[in-house]
């Protein structure tokens, strides 16, 4: 899991000729053994075919990143790295020699049958997780963007887009108060790229700090993006009317400067949202099940059948909604999968658990039947 460290910005930060892409003391003080060698500090604004542009403080210079291409995809250079690079004219190709250590990272599975890990983008403060209003609300998915935005370190904000489409305020209310359940802890912003309502919140987050736009394809990330920098920097696709999905008007990560303070980065609509070493996460979008999980008689409680079981007993009462539980078994298994299959010490522990319960289950079926005592 990465975790965020804010610097507080002096005076002199502010006068940096980097300020306005997030450049602080605590990131000249990372750089100051490049500085030594001549290197020149930069954020990379975009990724493409193993070369970069990167934001200097003399313009934005093309880099190819063939010194920082690891074998671990996690560690590849990505949009929003702060990076060191050679200065004009000490090289042909220009390169990018180093990478600061990431504050934060966003990162997903792969739909690879490999399960590689693939970093979305870096040093992201804020995660505006983008979903339309054109179609029926998906509230797992929801989850599953929220759990990756929490591991990240980032500050999630859930965007319900399109809100235009929804005319009746109490119907409106009610798809923001449904997304607020499975979203605690997040502020849910009812947003119109058309008429504007919402823009002046959403604009109020983000103007401090790195802001990342997640969705599926066809959300309006990409109009959202142009009404946030005010100008038409990415191309848009209207989404089809019968299922609310676009093409991919994104293809790369792309970095811009707001005009009212703070950083975006656009993504491309993801098909896939697996979830990658996110267990922390997890247990922060499902908070409240969590909670009750400390009142269960047993500490190893699965929430099935056990005595004395909080959670069934909520669900019992109906306090604790059985898709909510669901839906936080069905993340804790699949992020317990993808750890398992980069980890052969917890393949070996989960293992030895299903021996366990199986010879549990075996047992207490031979007694039920009068084979044992």
């Known amino acids: 899991m990465f975790h965020t460290s804010f610097h507080a910005s002096s005076s002199s930060d502010a006068q940096h000729p980097l300020a306005a892409y997030g450049w602080d003391a605590g990131w ?91 970093i979305l983008a870096a040093n992201v403060d804020h995660a505006v997780i983008t979903v339309s209003l054109a179609v029926e609300l998906d509230l797992g998915r929801i989850e599953r963007f ?6 990240s370190g980032a500050q999630p904000t859930v965007v319900l887009s399109k809100a235009d489409l929804v005319p009746d305020p109490v119907g409106l209310s009610y798809l923001v108060e449904d997304v607020e359940t499975v979203a605690p802890g997040v502020q849910v912003v009812p947003l119109s790229s058309t008429t504007g309502e919402g823009l002046d919140v959403l604009s109020a987050v983000v103007a401090g700090g790195t802001t990342v736009l997640l ?30 999905k676009g093409r991919h008007t994104t293809t790369t990560r792309n970095l811009f400067v707001l005009p009212g303070g703070g950083v975006l980065i656009d993504t491309p609509g993801l098909r896939g949202v697996g979830l990658w070493d996110a267990e922390t996460g997890v247990g922060q979008v499902f908070s ?77 079926l031979a007694m039920k039947r009068g084979q044992v005592r």
């Open 146 to 151: 929220l759990a990756l935005a929490w591991e």
């Open 288 to 364: 409240e099940i969590e909670e009750l999980a400390g009142d269960c008689r047993f500490h190893d409680c699965a929430h099935e059948s056990e005595p004395g079981c909080a959670v069934t007993a909520a669900i019992e009462d109906g306090s604790l909604p059985v898709r909510r539980l669901e839906s936080y078994r069905k993340l804790l298994r699949e992020n317990q999968r993808i750890v398992a299959k980069t980890d052969a010490r917890l393949r070996t522990e989960i293992l030895k658990d299903w021996k366990r319960k199986g010879a549990e289950g075996r047992h207490a």
């Open 28 to 118: 000249e003080a990372e750089f100051a053994p490049y500085a030594d060698q001549g290197l020149l500090p930069g954020r990379v604004i975009r990724v493409d075919r193993g070369q970069c542009d990167v934001a200097t403080a003399g313009g934005v210079v093309r880099a190819d990143t063939a010194f920082v291409t690891p074998h671990d995809p996690l560690r590849v250079i990505c949009t929003g790295d702060w990076a060191a690079v050679d200065p004009d004219g000490v090289s042909d190709p220009r390169y990018v020699r180093a990478c600061l250590p990431r504050r934060t990272a966003f990162a997903r599975s792969t739909s690879s049958q490999r399960s590689e890990g693939q």
């Open 215 to 244: 969705g599926v394809s066809g959300a309006g990330k990409s109009t959202l993006a142009n009404a946030l920098v005010g100008a038409d920097v990415m191309d848009v696709q209207a989404a089809r009317d019968v299922d609310g």
